[in-house]
């Protein structure tokens, strides 16, 4: 069983920055993709970054440029770096893993996530 715990969220003015962490333990066959799911108030969940066993990254339009998914296999951990933050980013942000995931260039097209974390809420006020 795997387990994801996030931390880092928080409550951030618009333009501003934060640093979201996921310490990744136990074991599952679906780690060839891990990433960064978020689900606004009254939305439904999606990926917005997530890389690859290989270290290829994807992001969803509407992060690309802005966020930064990084990865460090020696301590287990995944990291994804916000930056030039809007309201509308808004949401909260689970840590996930799972066998399947697709881009074009680094648009992301596909992210089939079977584990996930509690999440950890971000905040962005204008």
């Known amino acids: 069983q795997l387990q994801l715990v996030e931390s880092g969220g928080g409550s951030v003015q618009a333009g501003g920055s934060l640093r979201l962490s996921c310490v990744v333990s136990g074991y599952s066959q679906s780690t060839h993709c891990m990433g960064w799911l978020r689900q606004a108030p009254g939305k439904g969940r999606g990926g917005v970054a997530v890389?690859?066993?290989?270290?290829?990254?994807g992001y969803s339009d509407s992060v690309k440029g802005r966020f930064n998914i990084s990865k460090d296999n020696a301590n287990n951990t995944l990291a994804l770096e916000m930056n030039s933050l809007k309201a509308e980013d808004t949401a909260m942000y689970y840590c996930a893993s799972g066998p399947s995931c697709s881009w074009s260039g680094t648009r992301l097209h596909h992210f089939e996530y079977k584990n996930w974390g509690q999440g950890t809420q971000v905040t962005v006020s204008s």
């Open positions: 890389i690859n066993t290989y270290g290829s990254t």
